[in-house]
């Protein structure tokens, strides 16, 4: 069961601030996916994504992360160093896993919809391949996102995922909660001083998809 301490529930509230702040204009529905892989020496990998939908009636599509500052004129260094410091709170949610002697997860997914805020947290095994990291990611967009595969390509993902997934002992667990906040979209006025020049952010994209979606955000620390 999530012991869910005074310092956890501020990092909830934490990250949903800076949700807030980096998604531009209205919208309806975000979900957002990050793991955390420990490696050998200390050393952190990941990934980070998530895809929200814009009020409105027709036409309604989800726009992926890294498509907001070509669609709403962002500076695009600049956003992503604010969608950095998204991922380094996460990273610090985990970290307070540890200090309280919780089960350490690897990936969870974040889902914010009718005023509601929940973290889906998992525990599965994940390999850390760009391969599996692309099979995952269609499949995700898949169950939460309802994006049927387009291609062959995209079908044969799902497949290789649900083939190779490598259950955990731990069953998920999940914190459904209120939102803490009331939106705010001024993403330009967000203040990134405690963002370090050492940080790395990398693509990882497909010829064949990068007009589709420009997949994940993947951090070496």
Known sequence: MLNNTKRIKELYEEIQRKIFYIVPGKW??????????????????GEMYFYFMPKGILKRKFINVYEVPAKYDIE???????????????????????????????????T?????????????????????????????????????????????????????????????????TGIYLKRKTNIITYDTTDFKSTQRVEYLATKQETKKVKNQILCNK
């Open 112 to 176: 914010i919809k009718n005023s509601r805020f929940k973290i889906e947290y998992n525990y599965d095994k994940i390999l850390g391949t760009q391969e599996s990291y692309y099979n995952h990611h269609i499949f995700w967009r898949y169950k939460y996102l309802n994006i049927e595969p387009h291609s062959k390509k995209e079908r044969q993902a799902i497949e290789q995922y649900l083939n190779n997934q490598r259950p955990s002992e731990k069953k998920d667990e999940e914190y459904d």
């Open 28 to 45: 309806d529905e975000l979900y957002l996916y990050a793991s955390i892989i420990d490696r050998l020496g200390k050393v952190q990998t």
């Open 76 to 110: 695009e260094e600049e956003y992503l160093k604010l969608v950095e410091l998204l991922y380094d709170c996460i990273k610090k949610l985990r970290e307070e896993f540890a200090k309280t002697k919780q089960a350490i997860w690897s990936n969870i997914t974040i």
